[in-house]
């Protein structure tokens, strides 16, 4: 391992990321001697990355998560920020002076702050959520957790008891009296819907169907697909065909990379800094 002080992303497979781009950006920009690389790991090789992480030597002082291991790798944390207690799900890992780790979620929180950006205000709205996977557990805790809560979340997912056990397990922690389980697209209510949520991975392929209706959705409404590459899904195609709002998932990626970096710095970033990572991610072609 080359002893330069190094960031990362940590995940299978990782063909997909543009993180790299934005982040190298910030440290360039900082002029600091840093780089953020990719690390693919399989589940065999995690104990071995934790432990090597935590060694007094190693160049790593902080990473971010993905799938499929952002619940997985709780286990290696030694401190949790509330939120994480809360929602049990891990992207970006701070490694401390003492080679500590302490576990963050930014996903939530860059989710909020993308929705704030559009213009959308959550409180005492009707959402449609498809997917039921990490995306979907950031959200779904984001939106229970706001003082202002939706006046309802349905959510759909093709496992319905992954959707249920989601529900549950967050309903422990976080108010989930506004949130529904459904179990067919027809029972998500979309065309009720202020916003409709894509967190499942179809869209991301040319040869992926698109999961709802043309006719589901109307004016007025704002569609919502994480998927960031392609930036326009056929998804968000039909959404705008139909006279609806649409957002990509790269204003997430953005602000969920910002938040992850103060972390690591520990400092607010300039807007100049941010706007040099937004650029480089609206250019950006994966590594
Ligand atoms: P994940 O954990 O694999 O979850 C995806 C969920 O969608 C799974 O529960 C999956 O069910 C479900 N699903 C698959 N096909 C479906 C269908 N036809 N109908 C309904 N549900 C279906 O993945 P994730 O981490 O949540 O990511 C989801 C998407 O969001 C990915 O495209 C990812 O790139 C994107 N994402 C974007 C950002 C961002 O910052 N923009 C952040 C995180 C994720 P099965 O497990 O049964 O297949």
């Given at each position: 391992m080359e002893h330069r002080t190094t960031?990362?992303?940590v995940g299978y497979p990782l063909g997909h990321s543009l993180s790299p781009l934005m982040h190298n950006a910030a440290f360039e920009a900082l002029g600091?001697?840093?780089?953020?690389?990719?690390?693919p790991l399989r589940e065999s090789e995690l104990e071995g990355f934790f432990a090597a992480v935590k060694d007094a030597e190693s160049p790593i002082f902080g990473f971010n998560v993905t799938v499929p291991y952002k619940e997985m790798v709780l286990k290696y944390m030694d401190h949790v920020s509330p939120l994480v207690e809360k929602i049990r799900a891990v992207n970006t890992?701070?490694?401390?002076?003492?080679?500590?780790?302490?576990?963050?979620n930014t996903d939530a929180p860059g989710f909020l702050a993308h929705l704030q950006e559009l213009g959308f205000?959550?409180?005492?709205r009707r959402i449609a959520l498809l997917g039921a996977g990490g995306a979907a557990r950031a959200i779904v805790?984001?939106?229970?957790?706001?003082?202002?809560?939706?006046?309802?979340?349905?959510?759909?997912?093709?496992?319905?008891?992954?959707t249920e056990m989601l529900v549950s397990d967050l309903g422990g922690r976080i108010k989930m009296d506004r949130v529904e389980v459904v179990h067919s697209i027809?029972?998500?209510n979309i065309p009720d819907a202020d916003l409709l949520i894509n967190a499942t991975p179809i869209g991301l392929k040319p040869t992926d169907p698109v999961l709802v209706?043309?006719?589901m959705m109307q004016p007025g409404m704002l569609v919502y697909d994480l998927i960031y590459n392609p930036r326009e899904t056929k998804l968000l195609?039909?959404?705008?065909?139909?006279?609806?709002?649409?957002?990509?998932?790269?204003g997430m990626l953005y602000y969920q990379g910002v938040l992850a970096f103060q972390h690591w710095a520990d400092l607010q970033l300039d807007d100049s800094v941010k706007k040099l990572m937004r650029e480089a991610l609206e250019k950006g072609k994966a590594i």
């Open positions: 960031y990362g992303l600091v001697e840093a780089r953020y690389e990719l690390f890992v701070v490694v401390t002076p003492k080679r500590t780790l302490a576990a963050h205000e959550p409180a005492d805790g984001a939106l229970g957790l706001l003082e202002k809560r939706p006046r309802r979340l349905t959510v759909y997912d093709v496992d319905t008891a992954k027809d029972d998500l209706e043309a006719d195609k039909m959404a705008k065909a139909r006279g609806a709002k649409t957002a990509d998932g790269l």
